[in-house]
């Protein structure tokens, strides 16, 4: 054992020389591979912490929502529904939520309206979302003048300002009174934006969903399933999409990789010739070679997986924000959590690692078999 | 010092600095029980349904809530523009190739 280890400190001792040989050209590869390895993990890293904070938060949402539909669009739905769809077993509680979005020229932003079933606010009083007050420049205390659909200006006096940390999922809340909130928007006493019902058992929901459609058919339901699948699917196909921007780098990297790793120069047949005359065995040239490439290999999965990590959770994945931000004015700030699947970074590993590393012995052992004499010449 | 030993040295430091990307993954995620456990309640008392991060065009702020048709409402020509649009899978059926 300790005689084999010796042999491979040789062998690594004589494959580092060598690479040293030719510095620039084996430091650019390991540049670009690894820069490869990092926009492949940043992006896997990012959409799966994404995709686990998602689903963790709005695991508390309703259970049902049920919208109205009028020729097809969400239309506000009358209060009177709660009573026509009756008793169904399983919901143990049932009523309407009132929200909606007002453009703010000002800053032209959306804003998200709401009216709070866990707090009493007065009729002026205005709770906020920390990404308006940024935006606005407001802090608690200051006033917020809008102007309705009835052409009347409404001033909200700021009351309290949503707690940062919560930014993911309230950025652009604005929580009002009932009262003020439909005088704003002129929405009828009686009516809301969608209704929420409660379910215990979540085995029921699918049923009770049924039943829904059949009594109110105007209606569409909509399970706290489908909202947590809808955000598993955004994260999945925007990661598909971003790795589909990423194929013409990968299959460029790929062919220069291969070429570099698979075509033997005439210097390294030279070398190989030389070794086989001075005694080196067809085995020892091909581990020399495999730690040619597991050393590139190896250093650029490291380097690239941890300058992704830091790039995904220290500086909140700058890179990426562009992209996720589009034209938003209001953009929550928020520090991912860091939630790594143990498979997705095997499977990095695998991809990274190995086809470079086999890709550099399979030329290496058709010369290191051919005479010696011959490959010199 | 060998080439050897300061690679073996270079390459310790590396995997044990991903060892310790590991660790602080569990660390910080552990420290942000308190911080994703606020947001829930949040969530539930609040009854939101989604999250806030694409605020641009009102219907692909409740990307769970609006309709598949929602980006045509202002007119049928009025072609979906914003970017996060395009982030948006496309129905299951679509997808499927059916």
């Known amino acids: 054992m300790k005689a084999f280890i010796r042999k491979q400190r040789y062998l690594i001792d004589f494959t580092l020389s060598s690479l040293l040989r030719r510095p620039g050209k084996n430091l650019g590869l390991l540049v670009v591979y690894s820069l490869i390895v990092f926009l492949l993990a940043s992006v896997m890293l990012f959409t799966h912490a994404l995709r686990s904070e998602a689903r963790l938060v709005l695991a508390d949402s309703p259970e049902i929502i049920l919208q109205r539909m009028v020729a097809g669009r969400h239309d506000l739905i009358p209060g009177s529904y709660l009573e026509k769809m009756g008793r169904i077993r399983g919901v143990i509680g049932k009523h309407g939520r009132l929200w909606g979005y007002f453009y703010d020229p000002a800053v032209q932003a959306n804003y998200t309206l709401m009216v709070p079933r866990d707090r009493q606010l007065a009729e002026d009083e205005a709770v906020i979302g920390a990404a308006i007050a940024r935006t606005r420049g407001v802090s608690r205390g200051d006033f917020l003048t809008f102007r309705s659909t009835d052409g009347n200006a409404y001033s909200f006096r700021v009351s309290a300002i949503l707690a940062s940390d919560s930014e993911l999922v309230s950025a652009d809340l604005i929580l009002v009174s009932e009262q003020r909130f439909r005088t704003f928007f002129g929405i009828p006493e009686g009516y809301y934006t969608d209704l929420v019902l409660n379910v215990r058992n979540p085995k029921e929901l699918r049923k009770v969903a049924e039943k829904l459609t059949l009594r109110l058919p105007d209606t569409r339901p909509i399970l706290r399933d489908e909202i947590l699948r809808t955000y598993d699917a955004i994260f999945n196909w925007r990661q598909g999409i971003v790795f589909v921007l990423l194929t013409g780098t990968i299959l460029a990297f790929v062919i220069f990789a291969w070429d570099k790793a698979s075509g033997l120069s005439a210097e390294e047949r030279r070398e190989i010739g030389i070794l086989k005359a001075i005694g080196w065995e067809t085995s020892d040239v091909i581990r020399m070679k495999f730690w040619e490439g597991a050393i590139i290999s190896l250093s650029a999965f490291l380097l690239g997986y941890l300058t992704a990590y830091g790039h995904v959770f220290y500086a909140n994945a700058g890179l990426f924000e562009p992209v996720l931000k589009g034209w938003s004015v209001l953009y929550p700030e928020f520090r991912l959590t860091p939630f790594i699947d143990g498979l997705q970074l095997a499977t990095l590993f695998f991809f990274t690692v190995f086809p470079y590393t086999v890709a550099t012995i399979v030329p290496i052992w058709r010369a290191a078999i051919t005479d010696p004499d011959t490959v010199m010449r | ?98």
């Open chain 2, 1 to 98: 010092m060998r080439k050897s030993d300061l690679f073996i040295l270079y390459l310790g430091t590396l995997s044990g600095l991903l060892l310790l990307s590991l660790v602080d993954a569990g660390n910080r995620s552990h420290l942000a029980t308190q911080q994703l456990a606020e947001t829930r309640r949040e969530v539930r008392a609040l009854e939101l349904t989604d999250l806030s991060l694409f605020t641009e065009a009102r219907y692909t702020r409740h990307l769970s809530q609006s309709d598949r048709h929602t980006p045509f409402q202002d007119h049928p020509l009025a072609l979906e523009h914003f970017p996060s649009g395009s982030l948006v899978a496309p129905p299951t059926l679509l997808r499927s190739g059916r």
